[in-house]
């Protein structure tokens, strides 16, 4: 009962504090998505959720971005993921796991989207690209 009782109160805890972006037993972790395609090209279509929030589909042209911050999971069952389509070719992945969020060092995956792929640096601004993914 006394266990039942620590989890409703850490539930509470967590939707109270998601409310105000405040992270409470947990960490905040933000993501970046950037599109660094070449100007003139089809724009990025970016698809990403979780399994309880759908951010829905963002249309970026090139040098556009955008983010999303989120408290990890007090029970680090935390992923997002996102499909990314540009012209033809496509490319889905987990953008944030708690299984993994030691790559995001600095409480930031920063993703960039670039013609040769898909690149990641664990730090906003980001200090070393490294290429994680090809299109498919």
Known sequence: MKTLFILISINFFQAMASEKRKCVLTTKYT??????????????????????????????????????????????????????????KHRAFNVYTSKHRADCFKKACYWEVDPEGILF????????????????
């Open 31 to 88: 993501v970046y998505i950037v599109n660094s395609l070449p100007r003139n090209s089809s724009p990025l279509i970016a698809y990403c959720a979780s399994k309880n929030d759908d951010l829905g589909n963002r249309t970026l042209q090139a040098g556009q971005s955008f983010n999303w911050s989120f408290c990890d999971s007090y029970i680090e069952n935390t992923l997002f993921f996102c499909n990314f389509r540009w012209g033809s």
């Open 121 to 136: 640096d664990g730090v906003y601004p980001p200090q070393a690209l490294v290429k994680m993914y090809d299109w498919n």
